[in-house]
């Protein structure tokens, strides 16, 4: 069963608190993104993982970064989360270049109250 | 630089009348393919239609749209609206200048009994 896996759902920090947030998929794939989605404005993208170690910035990259150690595994670190960073957070992953299509994880709705 | 313009944010249809959500990419570069995504409330966005050929017809639940890379539009289309498929639609081309999708701010579409 191929999917994308958030971990946690749901979850509320204070501000200046560190945050991870985690996504793992179980279909190889070489491609894994970082959204976030606000009313309005859509799905932006914040990083994007070609592979292993082989990270690039998205269209709003800033106050965040990523870590990607294996390949199945792909994480968001916010350093001092601030409560501009509240949102709905969606990881997604692809099988090649980002042009093929995205399967996405559940979200993480984050509150930075 | 790239951008994708979306329907207006919010489309109200009443059950069994068609609806259309417009689509249009503003690129230099060459159209490669569209997507269309759907995301029902508090689900993750999942591909609902994609299409890389160009002047073809593309079905899937019910919905088509047709991919006109002169133009680059890919409108999305349902002759009958079902009050099933109130969600937020995304459209997300690719083109030759970029190795990601660019996702349109959505459109909230509301099917009324």
């Known amino acids: 069963d191929m999917k994308v896996t958030q971990m946690p759902r749901y979850l509320i920090k204070r501000m200046g608190e560190n945050v991870l947030l985690e996504c793992g998929q179980d279909?190889?794939?070489?491609?894994m993104y970082w959204y976030r989605q606000d009313p309005g404005l859509g799905l932006q993208l914040i990083y994007i993982s070609y592979d292993v170690d082989s990270n690039s910035e998205g269209d709003i990259p800033k106050g965040y970064r990523v870590s990607r150690k294996k390949r199945e595994h792909f994480s968001l670190i916010l350093d001092s989360a601030k409560t501009n960073q509240t949102s709905v957070y969606f990881c997604?992953?692809?099988?090649?270049?980002?042009?093929?299509?995205?399967?996405f994880g559940a979200g993480t709705r984050l509150s930075v109250l | 630089g790239d951008s994708v313009t979306q329907t207006e944010g919010l489309v109200t249809v009443t059950e069994g009348l068609p609806v259309k959500l417009n689509c249009t990419y503003q690129t230099t570069y060459l159209t490669i393919a569209f997507f269309w995504y759907v995301q029902y409330l508090n689900e993750a966005p999942q591909v609902l239609l994609k299409s890389s050929t160009d002047n073809k017809r593309t079905e899937h639940q019910g919905f088509h749209a047709t991919l006109h890379k002169s133009s680059s539009s890919f409108h999305l289309q349902k002759s009958s609206a079902q009050l099933s498929d109130s969600a937020l639609y995304y459209c997300a081309p690719a083109s030759s200048g970029s190795w990601q999708l660019i996702f349109g701010s959505g459109t909230q579409l509301t099917v009324m009994p």
């Open positions: 997604a992953s692809s099988p090649g270049t980002g042009r093929d299509t995205l399967y």
């Open positions: 279909m190889s794939h070489e491609t």
